[in-house]
């Protein structure tokens, strides 16, 4: 007997995703939670190689993990390379044959605090300069596009398919604005669809501080950051974190040590004019950018403060000792300036001025935690430094020495400083962890309201009506107010971990000569508010609603039109019209084609969705080779019933729209993990 052939089909493997975007350098983890295979075990975490090396002695072990957040459009914006490969480019001087625009430092630019305001208006003057149109955003997908096709190139080491199930959790600064996560939410769901990886929809956000305290304790022997969350641990297995003081905060990261660097060269090469004449030299901005990477790789991660490790040759007998020579091709020596033929002198006490600011701020966010959690009746015992900041050993020993005079001068215990083996991948691979351990956080509490919009049936003697536009709708005979919210979700409530559900009735009207039945859904964010229940979009108190997602959803009329309630034109009553008549029966109108004339517009009365019909222009009668038969409208019209379930699970606004008696469901998700927070209890403080 001959039996059909069937390829083997393997079961769907199932990965964890996580992504550290970061200001100067990003970062990815991979993890396999389905069971092991040949090619890879289950539930370890494995950071994301592969990426093309910056070349020299600069390119420290933790580089092959981590890579830098700059991307070079070229061929006016139709290909860009990033990362390494723009570093690479740079130093090859290849931006002579190759023309382009590098951007980077873009992440400050979805930041909308307003510490942020200058690093915004920077990358804004960046882009402005580009022959081509660029948002922020648009820079921050073709990135993570680049992320996304590294991180897929690697599961496929590992034997990842296609139809395997993959998520996704992307970092955030503890202090961003919702707006901020919707946006990095965005750019991840672009991206994702240019790269070709499908993640489930709900892609997950993570604070940054998270990720770091999950790394931390499920690598218990190793137990910046620029956003400081204080958490207290209800228990270990699984991970349970409860936040005891809101997070906070600054302008004092990596990326600022960078910019203070920056500032610092250039000022001091200010009046070297002749660097701009020397024949084949490097601009004087890629000068200053090598010279930054040089910052970045040697002075910022291995400066510690310690005068023990000073260069025993100074610029002078009087001078300071240099810390360090930063190559600059084309800089003359000058004893005095502290330069060298192609070389500038970093000084210890540069470095400290360059550290200074941000150790202190530092400090400032760390000890409002410390002091918050003590008033609470909590006593921190450990601190995790980690990302780009937290590579520095200055900032360590900094925070060493103060947490040591702090707990010595109010008698409390240590605070132990604790610094992962990996600071760089450690926030990319903790976001992994924080996922997997879904019991983290029971609840969660929404900071915005969600509403979608109705029109609803003009009440003079209600006051969210007052005052407002009405509009009659031809078809019912009666007057509606268009788009009045309708709020699903408030701020402040409570989600449930079993979810919570709510139903929505609404109708639609459509003429009986209508082809398609077309219902558009709306959706609607209002940040840190609730706005005005029942009241148009257009009223004061809901101004600050914004648009977070529009879905449309279209049915084909003839299959279901015998299914749907015919009424009576001008009322709500239901019409006696034959069911043989239930089909298009207006007459053909007709017009000349000769003279350009078109035949005038279907019968469009104002439906409940409240939008007026398009305007009738009558044209004179010699301007018409043929009259226009008299348009015959159809004494009845459709009366379409449906209801919006929603439930509010997992991070999800999911939705399914049912059509009355017509037995057609349409189903979808909205991400809300931008505008949901960890519930924290009020007597969390007594526990």
């Known amino acids: 007997m001959d039996l059909t052939f069937r390829p083997y089909q393997p ?270 030299n490097k601009p004087v901005k890629l000068l200053i950018g090598e010279a930054v990477s040089n910052f970045e790789h040697q002075i910022k991660r291995e400066y510690d403060g310690d005068e023990s490790d000073e260069a025993t040759l100074g610029l002078d007998e009087q001078g300071d000792l240099p810390y360090a020579w930063i190559p600059f091709p084309g800089i003359r020596r000058n004893d005095n300036k502290g330069f060298a033929d192609g070389e500038i002198a970093i000084t210890r006490e540069d470095v400290e001025l360059i550290f200074e600011k941000s150790l202190q ?85 929404s900071r915005s309201s969600i509403c979608i919009l109705q029109d609803r049936p003009f009440n003079g003697r209600l006051k969210a009506h007052k005052g407002a536009i009405h509009k009659l709708d031809n078809l019912e005979g009666r007057d509606y107010v268009p788009d009045c919210v309708k709020i699903l979700l408030k701020a402040e409530q409570m989600i449930p971990s079993t979810g919570y559900t709510d139903t929505t009735h609404m109708h639609r009207t459509i003429t009986a000569d209508e082809e398609v039945l077309e219902l558009t859904m709306p959706i609607y964010v209002y940040d840190d508010g609730n706005g005005a229940d029942d009241y148009p979009l257009t009223h004061p108190n809901n101004m600050g609603f914004e648009l977070l997602e529009e879905v449309t959803f279209k049915v084909p009329v003839p299959p279901i039109r015998h299914k749907l309630k015919r009424m009576e034109i001008g009322t709500s009553i239901a019409s006696n019209q034959s069911s043989q008549i239930a089909r298009r029966s207006s007459r053909p109108k007709r017009g000349n084609p000769l003279l350009g004339v078109p035949p005038p517009p279907p019968y469009t009365p104002v439906g409940s969705s409240g939008q007026p019909p398009a305007p009738t222009t009558l044209l004179p009668e010699d301007q018409c080779g043929t009259s226009v038969e008299e348009t015959v409208v159809d004494p009845y019209y459709f009366w379409v019933d449906y209801y919006v379930d929603v439930l509010f699970k997992d991070g999800l606004m999911k939705y399914e729209l049912h059509i009355k008696d017509v037995d057609r469901v349409f189903v979808g998700s909205v991400n809300l993990v931008s505008i949901l927070e960890p519930l924290v209890s009020s007597d969390y403080d007594r526990e």
Not at 409 to 437: E, F, M, W
């Open 361 to 445: 701020e530092c400090w400032e966010l760390i000890h409002s935690q410390i002091t918050g959690a003590y008033q609470r009746g909590r006593e921190p015992t450990r601190m995790l430094i980690v990302g780009g900041y937290g590579a520095s050993k200055r900032l360590e020993n900094h925070l060493v020495n103060n947490c040591n005079s702090l707990t010595a001068r109010l008698q409390k215990r240590p605070i132990d400083v604790l610094v992962p083996h990996a600071p760089g991948t450690a926030i990319a691979a903790g976001s992994i962890y924080r996922y997997l351990n879904k019991n983290m956080v029971e609840d969660t509490i």
């Open 11 to 280: 079961e769907p493997q199932t990965w964890e995703v996580g992504i550290d975007l970061g200001s100067t350098f990003s970062a990815a983890a991979t993890c396999l939670t389905s069971a092991s295979s040949a090619h890879c075990t289950s539930l370890k975490v494995l950071p994301v190689t592969g990426y093309q090396q910056s070349k020299g002695s600069r390119t420290s072990p933790s580089a092959r993990c981590e890579v830098p957040s700059k991307i070079r459009y070229e061929d006016a914006g139709a290909r860009h390379r990033w990362g390494w490969d723009v570093v690479n480019f740079m130093e090859r001087g290849m931006y002579r044959t190759v023309p382009g625009h590098m951007v980077e430092l873009f992440k400050a630019g979805l930041d909308e605090r307003e510490i942020y305001k200058d690093s915004r208006r920077q990358i804004e003057e960046t882009l402005a300069t580009l022959p081509f149109p660029k948002s922020v955003d648009e820079v921050t997908t073709d990135f993570l596009v680049k992320i996304l096709q590294q991180i897929k190139s690697r599961l496929e080491a590992l034997r990842y398919h296609p139809n395997d199930v993959t998520h996704l959790t992307i970092t955030v600064p503890a202090m961003w604005t919702l707006r901020s996560r919707r946006r990095t939410i965005k750019a991840v769901e672009q991206a994702a669809q240019v790269a070709n990886l499908h993640f489930t929809k709900n892609i997950y956000l993570c604070s940054e501080p998270e990720a770091a305290a999950a790394y931390v304790f499920h690598n218990v022997d190793n137990i910046p950051w620029e956003d400081v969350v204080t958490f207290v641990i209800l228990s270990t297995s699984p991970l349970s974190l409860k936040e005891v003081v809101k997070g906070k905060g600054g302008f004092c990261g990596s990326s600022f040590l960078n910019e203070r660097f920056k500032t610092h060269i250039e000022e001091r090469i200010r009046d070297e004019t002749y660097l701009q004449t020397i024949t084949h």
